[in-house]
Every structure is written in C-alpha cells, then in structure tokens.
T-cell receptor, first 114, second 117 residues
C-alpha cells in the first residue's frame, strides 16, 4: 500500500521560531510537493522537487524553503515562523513522465503559529 | 494563465440521489489532465478520477463519472447514488502539458458536499 507520511499532525510554534515539516514517501516517486491549504483558497503550491537536490518554487514560496537530500524525504522549512503561516500543510508525491499519474497525499500537518 | 474554478462553495444532496459538482478550467495548452480529489473531515486527500484532454470518452470509476465538455472547458464530477460517506470537500485539479514530468497540479477552491439521510 502506497504511503506518504508527515512528521506531525498538529504543531504549535511561536513567532520567530524555525520550523521543520518532514515528509517521507515509500513509493520511490521522483516528484514531491508541499502545499498549504486555507479555507476558501484551496491548495496552493509552495515548492516542489522533481529529483534529489532539485527544487522549484511554486506559487507562494515566500517565507519558506525546502530540502531534498534523499529521494524519499522532502522537508519544508519556515525560517522564521509568522502568524500568517498558520495553516494546514500537505505533502504529496507522484511518479513522473505519465499523463495520468496522480499525486498521493500525506495526512497533513496543522500548524499554528502564536 | 491556467486556472481552475469551482463556483459551488457548498452543496446538499439527499442520500441515494445523484449530484454534480462543477469545475471549469482555463488553459492554452492543448494537452492537459484533470483530476478530482475527495477530502473527508479527517483531512487526507483521496484521488477519485482522471480525465486526459485527448481522451475520447468520459472517465468513470465506480459511482464517479466525469462529464468532460472540452469546448466549454468544463469537467464536472457526477456522483451517483450518494452515500453518507460521500460527505466531504471535493477538489478539482489540472495538470498542464503532455507527460508532465513534474505532474504539478493547480487546484480549485473546493466544494463542500453534505449528504443528508
């Protein structure tokens, strides 16, 4: 059974803290993604990675960075957390090179920054 | 610019009835793919169905079917015989490009479906 796991379901951090969100997939997928989900806005892509050490900015990269040192792991980093980064964060992975390859999602991390 | 629009923030349907969730898209790429995902209250995103822009027939997966009208740029999800477990948020998403290497998706804002007994 395919699986994407995220390090925490719920996280509470203080303003200015450095925050790490970890995502691991066991499907040997090339592509990995980080989204944030806010009510009324749907899912918005923060960053994605199509190979180890490769990354590209998504639609809302400001305030975030990512790291992919191993194929199965994709980390999202909030260098200095702010209250407007309170959100649900979803990680996903997919194969590359095929039309119908869907993305597989993790359970999400609900981050609250106080 | 590529865009997905879901105009129904919320919908009600009676159990056992069919329901259509609307999705329109905008793209200038002749090759694209359309996806529907379900997100129950537990939060996980579940893939439901896929339609490719060159597919001649509408996609179907069990009780889910996709009413694909290319000229109108619409890709509505039809759920037949609704069940209480269908209550969830539903997202329409689009991937541009053929054999998209990165499979990057653009999501709509979602429709919250409530199935009433």
């Amino acid at each position: 059974d395919v699986k994407v796991t995220q390090s925490s379901r719920y996280l509470v951090k203080r303003t200015g803290e450095k925050v790490f969100l970890e995502c691991v997939q066991d499907m040997d997928h090339e592509n990995m993604f980080w989204y944030r989900q806010d009510p009324g806005l749907g899912l918005r892509l923060i960053y994605f990675s199509y190979d180890v050490k490769m990354k590209e900015k998504g639609d809302i990269p400001e305030g975030y960075s990512v790291s992919r040192e191993k194929k199965e792991r994709f980390s999202l980093i909030l260098e200095s957390a702010s209250t407007n980064q309170t959100s649900m964060y979803l990680c996903a992975s997919s194969l590359s090179g095929g039309d119908a390859y869907e993305q597989y999602f993790g359970p999400g991390t609900r981050l609250t920054v106080t | 610019a590529q865009k997905i629009t879901q105009t129904q923030p919320g919908m009600f349907v009676q159990e056992k009835e069919a329901v259509t969730l609307d999705c329109t898209y905008d793209t200038s790429d002749p090759s694209y793919g359309l996806f529907w995902y379900k997100q129950p209250s537990s939060g996980e995103m579940i893939f439901l169905i896929y339609q490719g822009s060159y597919d001649q027939q509408n996609a179907t997966e069990g009780r889910y079917s996709l009413n694909f009208q290319k000229a109108r740029k619409s890709a509505n999800l039809v759920i037949s015989a609704s069940q209480l477990g269908d209550s969830a948020m539903y997202f329409c998403a689009m991937r541009e490009g053929q054999y998209g290497a990165t499979n990057k998706l653009i999501f709509g804002t979602g429709t919250l479906l409530a199935v009433q007994p």
